[in-house]
């Protein structure tokens, strides 16, 4: 139903990011294959090496258990009070972590957990002598946690709410007691979810970077990414950076191999005008079980975000914030983010019309089914090729350029947009195909196309859900110390890199009151993108 | 003492809505609860089921107070128009439910139940699983699980309600054979007055929150054009 120029411009724009994509990508790897072969090979399964990835999947697994056996008693909590005190509130708090970044939230922890934090502080005062110690496994662990609890929650309770009412109904009319109705109602519904809940975080925490940076301890608590890191940053040893990262990438493409065959989940409920009616757990004990299970769940969450708050407040904020060094990488960042977000936008919308115009054929052929496929793994490319390894490989080729230095903003940029790329296709692909649905026949008996059809029928509907892909984008590019881990200097400041350069030279009070601004930022761009997409969903 | 169901000044705010039921329902009869949307049927049966709790007032079924008791305490059973199977449990096990909460059976148990299924038509049904049965099907399993918890107040939600003409009326001949089996007590919320005319004895009208009409059947649809009178004569 499309016209034929129209078409042809789709698929075009999809060729085009799917070039960019593969020659970006493609060029990284293809050094990482070429440099010293040999040596790489030889370095793949070293006893160093080995401990790594051991280690990797180690942490990973015990974060992913940890994280769901607490986030499912809290869903089932919170399902079972519908009208718990301050519930909507819990829940938008149980979102925040989502959009927090991973280094502001590091330092809450540390301020709660840390050598220095209010919980040492409570035991030493206590007489105790021994502090808790966050560094290492532990501390991975806690940061893992914190993130994820927070989204699995969020996950189960979808699904527990998403039951029909009336199964709460009848197991009251049945006289179901609780363990019954956590038999027969509960858990099914949950044990649907629970692997792909479970393997979309060990995906997270198999490949997370910057918690294990700054709450690792040294090389017995080390993953894959930190790793290949120090192998550049500080060894400069590109054979071993090279060996980490094929053990890297073999990890992720078979984690995503194996999520791909598990049902996905997702947050998204439908409570339009249902109310939910729930009988059981009325008794004291239920009653008391709920409340503290939920009480200790946001503390959990909670604490750490109050503890960057109140660090925050005590640092000198105006000060910071007329730093030269501030004024820089603000700057800096805020260039690199609002141009990873335009390019993982554009490259998003168009992948998405790429695909529309395919489908639009009657019968595409393979070469454009094939294109199709391509397209819509585009955007999870980067799933498998994580950012750092991207980096590496970028690493290697300008190097033989001269100064990295100058080249590297263009490649956070890059490589940020493309982390982005994921997140702004799932916001945007709905939101265009229902539009594409419900204009296309009309706009095509009207004869409207081109400029106009974008400007009059296009632009008004789809503006909201494009900014909250540029929000998200934008908020994820902000926080992100991953990719410019690997290229910071004094020439290339971005505020992650500043916090994280100042914490490590034991500037504690300003690394606080700048992760304070960094967190804010990221927050307010979240929260901006998660309400133009609950208006627009009311719409 | 009243043997049926007593709503004695029961009333009940829900949001911006106010509630006010006082009526007697009469014990080993049908009673069609007919009105408009929203004008509170179904928040009148959620108040026999104990779903919903009145806030003064008191509900007696066969002479006893169950104003606060538990829905599973009182002598009902319930059917909603949908999702009354557990979609992931099979057929024998969502009718056994109603045997033992818990799933402990003993073997007469589980031969009571398959005899259940055997008495709507469901004979050979147990291991299948509710998404693989027709909707009718669904609400037969529905009524074997009423059928074995055998309650003297049956309560039932629109139950047809998303069933076509032909089914509707096999089901509610299924619902009269069982009704007149057992005697007992039938509640049923409908928008069929042919449905009202082929089964029900008596009709509450609820309006706005509020009985309206409390009436037999002859002199509610003689309220109505005559062609229905027609049909009540092959009840």
């Given at each position: 139903?499309?016209?034929?120029?129209?078409?042809?411009?789709?698929?075009?724009?999809?060729?085009?990011?799917?070039?960019?994509?593969?020659?970006?990508?493609?060029?990284?790897?293809?050094?990482?294959?070429?440099?010293?072969?040999?040596?790489?090979?030889?370095?793949?399964?070293?006893?160093?090496?080995?401990?790594?990835?051991?280690?990797?999947?180690?942490?990973?697994?015990?974060?992913?258990?940890?994280?769901?056996?607490?986030?499912?008693?809290?869903?089932?909590?919170?399902?079972?009070?519908?009208?718990?005190?301050?519930?909507?509130?819990?829940?938008?708090?149980?979102?925040?972590?989502?959009?927090?970044?991973?280094?502001?939230?590091?330092?809450?922890?540390?301020?709660?957990?840390?050598?220095?934090?209010?919980?040492?502080?409570?035991?030493?005062?206590?007489?105790?002598?021994?502090?808790?110690?966050?560094?290492?496994?532990?501390?991975?662990?806690?940061?893992?946690?914190?993130?994820?609890?927070?989204?699995?929650?969020?996950?189960?309770?979808?699904?527990?709410?998403?039951?029909?009412?009336?199964y709460?109904?009848l197991s009251?009319?049945l006289?179901m007691?609780?363990?019954s109705?956590?038999r027969f109602v509960?858990w099914p519904a949950?044990?649907?979810?629970?692997?792909?809940?479970?393997?979309?975080?060990?995906?997270?925490?198999?490949?997370?970077?910057?918690?294990?940076?700054?709450?690792?301890?040294?090389?017995?608590?080390?993953?894959?990414?930190?790793?290949?890191?120090?192998?550049?940053?500080?060894?400069?040893?590109?054979?071993?950076?090279?060996?980490?990262?094929?053990?890297?990438?073999?990890?992720?493409?078979?984690?995503?191999?194996?999520?791909?065959?598990?049902?996905?989940?997702?947050?998204?409920?439908?409570?339009?005008?249902?109310?939910?009616?729930?009988?059981?757990?009325?008794?004291?004990?239920?009653?008391?079980?709920?409340?503290?299970?939920?009480?200790?769940?946001?503390?959990?969450?909670?604490?750490?975000?109050?503890?960057?708050?109140?660090?925050?407040?005590?640092?000198?904020?105006?000060?910071?914030?007329?730093?030269?060094?501030?004024?820089?990488?603000?700057?800096?960042?805020?260039?690199?983010?609002?141009?990873?977000?335009?390019?993982?936008?554009?490259?998003?919308?168009?992948?998405?019309?790429?695909?529309?115009?395919?489908?639009?054929?009657?019968?595409?052929?393979?070469?454009?089914?094939?294109?199709?496929?391509?397209?819509?793994?585009?955007?999870?490319?980067?799933?498998?090729?994580?950012?750092?390894?991207?980096?590496?490989?970028?690493?290697?080729?300008?190097?033989?350029?001269?100064?990295?230095?100058?080249?590297?903003?263009?490649?956070?940029?890059?490589?940020?947009?493309?982390?982005?790329?994921?997140?702004?296709?799932?916001?945007?692909?709905?939101?265009?195909?229902?539009?594409?649905?419900?204009?296309?026949?009309?706009?095509?008996?009207?004869?409207?196309?081109?400029?106009?059809?974008?400007?009059?029928?296009?632009?008004?509907?789809?503006?909201?859900?494009?900014?909250?892909?540029?929000?998200?984008?934008?908020?994820?590019?902000?926080?992100?110390?991953?990719?410019?881990?690997?290229?910071?200097?004094?020439?290339?400041?971005?505020?992650?890199?500043?916090?994280?350069?100042?914490?490590?030279?034991?500037?504690?009070?300003?690394?606080?009151?700048?992760?304070?601004?960094?967190?804010?930022?990221?927050?307010?761009?979240?929260?901006?993108?998660?309400?133009?997409?609950?208006?627009?969903?009311?719409? | 003492?009243?043997?049926?169901?007593?709503?004695?000044?029961?009333?009940?705010?829900?949001?911006?809505?106010?509630?006010?039921?006082?009526?007697?329902?009469?014990?080993?009869?049908?009673?069609?609860?007919?009105?408009?949307?929203?004008?509170?049927?179904?928040?009148?049966?959620?108040?026999?089921?104990?779903?919903?709790?009145?806030?003064?007032?008191?509900?007696?079924?066969?002479?006893?107070?169950?104003?606060?008791?538990?829905?599973?305490?009182?002598?009902?059973?319930?059917?909603?128009?949908?999702?009354n199977l557990f979609a992931h449990l099979d057929i024998f096990t969502n009718v056994a439910l109603g045997?033992?909460?818990?799933l402990?059976?003993?073997?007469?148990?589980?031969?009571?139940?398959?005899?259940?299924?055997?008495?709507?038509?469901?004979?050979?049904?147990g291991k299948r699983m509710p998404g693989?049965?027709?909707?009718?099907?669904?609400?037969?399993a529905?009524?074997?699980r009423?059928?074995?918890?055998?309650?003297?107040?049956?309560?039932?939600?629109?139950?047809?309600?998303?069933?076509?003409?032909?089914?509707?009326?096999?089901?509610?001949?299924?619902?009269?054979?069982?009704?007149?089996?057992?005697?007992?007590?039938?509640?049923?919320?409908?928008?069929?007055?042919?449905?009202?005319?082929?089964?029900?004895?008596?009709?509450?009208?609820?309006?706005?929150?509020?009985?309206?009409?409390?009436?037999?059947?002859?002199?509610?649809?003689?309220?109505?054009?005559?062609?229905?009178?027609?049909?009540?004569?092959?009840?």
């Amino acid at each position: 139903m499309l016209t034929t120029a129209e078409r042809r411009r789709g698929i075009v724009a999809g060729l085009v990011v799917l070039a960019a994509v593969i020659v970006f990508v493609g060029t990284a790897i293809a050094t990482l294959l070429a440099w010293d072969g040999d040596q790489s090979a030889s370095r793949l399964f070293t006893a160093y090496t080995w401990s790594i990835l051991r280690f990797t999947l180690w942490q990973a697994a015990l974060s992913t258990l940890l994280s769901v056996a607490f986030a499912i008693p809290v869903a089932l909590a919170l399902a079972r009070r519908p009208r718990f005190a301050g519930r909507a509130w819990i829940l938008r708090l149980m979102a925040l972590p989502m959009g927090l970044p991973a280094l502001v939230g590091a330092l809450g922890l540390l301020g709660v957990w840390g050598r220095q934090g209010v919980l040492n502080g409570w035991l030493t005062a206590a007489g105790l002598e021994h502090p808790v110690s966050v560094y290492g496994l532990s501390g991975i662990l806690l940061a893992h946690t914190f993130f994820n609890i927070p989204l699995a929650v969020r996950l189960l309770l979808a699904v527990l709410e998403r039951l029909p009412a009336e199964y709460w109904l009848l197991s009251a009319s049945l006289g179901m007691k609780p363990l019954s109705i956590f038999r027969f109602v509960e858990w099914p519904a949950l044990a649907r979810v629970v692997p792909g809940v479970a393997g979309l975080i060990f995906m997270l925490c198999a490949t997370s970077f910057t918690l294990v940076l700054v709450l690792g301890g040294g090389p017995a608590a080390t993953t894959l990414e930190v790793a290949i890191y120090h192998a550049l940053r500080f060894d400069f040893d590109p054979p071993r950076a090279v060996a980490l990262a094929f053990l890297q990438i073999a990890l992720t493409a078979a984690v995503i191999g194996l999520i791909a065959f598990l049902p996905a989940a997702t947050d998204t409920v439908w409570t339009a005008g249902r109310k939910v009616l729930r009988l059981d757990g009325r008794s004291s004990a239920s009653r008391l079980w709920d409340g503290l299970i939920i009480a200790v769940a946001v503390i959990f969450v909670a604490s750490p975000l109050f503890s960057v708050l109140v660090a925050g407040l005590r640092a000198d904020l105006w000060k910071l914030v007329n730093g030269p060094r501030f004024i820089q990488a603000a700057t800096t960042s805020l260039v690199i983010a609002v141009t990873a977000a335009v390019i993982a936008v554009s490259a998003s919308l168009a992948i998405i019309t790429a695909r529309q115009a395919i489908r639009d054929r009657r019968d595409p052929n393979i070469a454009a089914r094939l294109l199709s496929t391509s397209l819509a793994g585009t955007s999870s490319l980067v799933l498998v090729v994580p950012p750092i390894i991207l980096g590496t490989g970028w690493f290697l080729v300008l190097r033989q350029f001269g100064n990295v230095a100058a080249f590297a903003p263009f490649l956070v940029a890059f490589i940020n947009a493309l982390m982005a790329l994921p997140f702004a296709v799932r916001v945007l692909e709905p939101a265009l195909d229902d539009h594409h649905h419900q204009t296309a026949r009309l706009a095509t008996s009207l004869g409207i196309s081109g400029p106009a059809k974008w400007r009059l029928i296009d632009l008004p509907v789809l503006t909201r859900p494009i900014l909250t892909a540029l929000s998200f984008a934008m908020a994820l590019s902000l926080g992100d110390l991953g990719a410019v881990a690997l290229f910071g200097s004094s020439e290339l400041v971005t505020l992650p890199w500043l916090v994280y350069s100042t914490l490590s030279s034991y500037r504690t009070n300003d690394a606080d009151g700048l992760a304070l601004i960094l967190g804010v930022i990221c927050l307010a761009l979240t929260i901006l993108g998660t309400a133009g997409k609950k208006e627009n969903a009311n719409a | 003492m009243h043997d049926g169901i007593v709503l004695d000044k029961v009333a009940l705010t829900l949001g911006k809505t106010s509630f006010a039921f006082d009526c007697r329902i009469e014990p080993g009869a049908v009673t069609a609860i007919a009105g408009p949307s929203g004008a509170g049927k179904s928040t009148l049966l959620n108040l026999i089921a104990g779903f919903e709790r009145p806030q003064s007032g008191h509900i007696l079924i066969a002479g006893i107070d169950q104003t606060l008791s538990h829905p599973s305490e009182r002598p009902v059973s319930v059917v909603f128009q949908d999702h009354n199977l557990f979609a992931h449990l099979d057929i024998f096990t969502n009718v056994a439910l109603g045997l033992n909460p818990s799933l402990r059976l003993s073997p007469q148990d589980r031969d009571r139940a398959e005899n259940a299924l055997v008495r709507v038509g469901l004979a050979g049904f147990g291991k299948r699983m509710p998404g693989s049965l027709s909707g009718g099907e669904k609400q037969r399993a529905a009524f074997a699980r009423a059928l074995l918890r055998n309650k003297p107040v049956l309560l039932l939600d629109e139950p047809f309600a998303a069933l076509d003409t032909d089914l509707r009326l096999q089901m509610s001949a299924l619902l009269l054979d069982l009704h007149k089996e057992n005697a007992n007590t039938v509640v049923m919320i409908t928008h069929d007055r042919e449905e009202i005319a082929r089964i029900a004895d008596r009709i509450l009208h609820v309006e706005k929150g509020q009985i309206a009409t409390d009436e037999a059947k002859a002199d509610y649809l003689s309220r109505f054009a005559a062609p229905v009178s027609a049909l009540s004569g092959t009840v």
